[in-house]
């Protein structure tokens, strides 16, 4: 594979060294770091043919042009891959304060972005996978007001990369317009933020007290557990969540 990608003219101003296998690998993906003379590369071999790629390239160049993305470079359909800037940075499972706070910047900027898209219909693409109380569930969001933006959908914390006071958010495919309120209670569940933590976090993003829904929260919260559950039953207790 290394020799066809010396064939794309994004490299021809650079020579490719070594193509090397990640060791954390994704369910719709087979990861590479690709190292050159210049810089290191991202290259993601398509393993799900359901995914929209060529919105995951577009919504990943906008969220690149906001500081939260690394770039995306290039997309070729035929062969399956994308080609994009080395994400660098930690993974983190446990917040400070400051990281919890970087997370809410990093999000606001990403919920400004301007994506033109159908908002994505919770019920009924889980309707059938429900339980009569997990369906109740979800037809509490039709009570609520709607606050559609785009959102990444994936936010487990191998998709968060923490360096400095920056943050960066890897793993695009699953970004789609949503509410605003998934993605917050993503990092609630994910990083087991406590009262006081939610507090800030919110304070942070919302950067008005009255600006938020604690209710709404809690639902959404809920909800993405009831996702969580739904993607651990088809991919095993191992994998990640959501995917949705």
Request: overall charge positive.
């Amino acid at each position: 594979m290394l020799e066809h990608l010396r064939t794309y003219e994004l490299f021809a101003n650079e020579t490719l060294l070594r193509l090397t296998l990640l060791e954390n690998q994704g369910y719709n993906n087979t990861n590479y770091l690709l190292e050159s003379t210049t810089q290191n590369y991202l290259v993601r071999l398509f393993k799900a043919n359901t995914l929209n790629r060529k919105d995951e390239f577009e919504i990943g160049k906008k969220a690149f042009k906001k500081k939260v993305a690394p770039k995306p470079l290039l997309l070729d359909t035929t062969q399956n891959l994308m080609i994009a800037q080395f994400g660098t940075g930690e993974h983190r499972t446990k917040l400070t304060p400051r990281a919890l706070q970087s997370i809410a910047r990093t999000l606001q900027k990403l919920h400004r972005i301007n994506h033109h898209q159908k908002p994505y219909d919770m019920l009924k693409a889980y309707k059938k996978s429900l339980s009569n109380k997990a369906f109740l569930l979800f037809k509490k969001l039709h009570l609520q007001r709607s606050e559609p933006v785009l959102c990444h959908h994936d936010l487990n914390p191998k998709n968060i990369l923490f360096q400095a006071h920056n943050v960066t958010l890897i793993d695009w495919e699953y970004a789609r317009i949503n509410d605003r309120y998934f993605d917050l209670a993503s990092i609630v569940v994910e990083f087991k933020l406590t009262n006081q933590e939610i507090r800030l976090f919110l304070r942070t993003y919302f950067t008005c007290k009255a600006s938020y829904d604690l209710q709404k929260l809690e639902l959404y919260i809920e909800i993405y557990k009831v996702v969580c559950a739904l993607w651990f039953d088809d991919y095993g207790k191992d994998a990640q969540c959501p995917k949705v």
